[in-house]
């Protein structure tokens, strides 16, 4: 599950192409506090402003430490005090699949 995500609502044509009504995209970008799980699967990010979301580090996340990109959200530390995330945001359970983060 690399890369960024869109979604698109259609119907396939009688060549399996989507004709699609409607196309858009749940890609977010924010910065704050960072705090992972023990296993750096999951954690919160807490904006300036307090609000807070839960994430899931997806397992192909590009992820970046001081500058130089690290081995997957393994690497990073569990508590970041300025981390940027980019992901998806996933309605259905109101988190965030990252797929790049910066710590």
């Known amino acids: 599950m690399p890369g960024d995500f869109f979604y698109a609502r259609g119907q396939l044509d009688e060549e399996g192409y989507l004709n699609a009504d409607g196309v858009w ?10 705090e992972l799980s023990s296993d750096r ?12 979301y839960h994430v899931h580090m997806t397992p192909q996340v590009e992820s970046w430490l001081a500058g130089a990109q690290v081995d997957g959200s393994a690497s ?14 996933d309605e259905a359970t109101g988190t965030i699949d990252v797929t790049t983060c910066w710590a």
């Open 25 to 34: 995209v749940n890609i977010v970008n924010l910065t704050g506090s960072l």
């Open 41 to 52: 699967g999951t954690g919160q990010l807490m904006l300036p402003d307090k609000r807070i």
């Open 76 to 89: 990073l530390p569990a508590s970041s005090s300025a981390a940027q995330v980019v992901g998806a945001w």
